[in-house]
């Protein structure tokens, strides 16, 4: 499966951002998905993890409150809805599609990965 990150950019703290991840081929709605980041210097962070229904999220507690992850598997197409940013939250953003069907906030269960999304929180 492909993966493809959108909508990440510049935005002021307090604001919102809604990234999106479209998937190609007709497996997706059996994925779980998940994003993580990348800031600058720093490991890699889970953010957030849906499963194959919607019915099960789990979330970074850095992020917890503030982001809403969802899927809408007619289009292939997970996203994460970011509200109240901050600058901490700058970094490189990545969807990532796992195999299993448990929920992981661990990058090696997932299988594939697409490229990153830049999203900059400015103070």
């Known amino acids: 499966v492909q993966l493809q990150a959108s909508g990440g950019g510049l935005v002021q703290a307090g604001g919102s951002l809604r990234l999106s991840c479209a998937a190609s081929?007709?497996?997706?709605?059996?994925?779980?998905m998940g994003w993580f980041r990348r800031a600058p210097g720093k490991e890699r962070e889970f953010v957030a993890a849906?499963?194959?229904?919607?019915?099960?999220?789990d979330y970074g507690a850095s992020v917890r409150g503030r982001f809403t992850i969802s899927r809408d598997n007619a289009k292939n197409t997970v996203y994460l809805q970011m509200n109240n940013l901050k600058p901490e939250d700058t970094a490189v953003y990545s969807c990532?599609?796992?195999?299993?069907?448990?929920?992981?906030?661990?990058?090696?269960?997932?299988?594939?990965w697409g490229q990153g999304t830049q999203v900059t929180v400015s103070s």
């Open positions: 849906i499963n194959w229904s919607g019915g099960s999220t």
């Open positions: 990532a599609a796992a195999t299993g069907y448990a929920l992981s906030p661990k990058a090696g269960y997932y299988n594939y």
């Open positions: 081929g007709r497996t997706f709605s059996t994925y779980v």
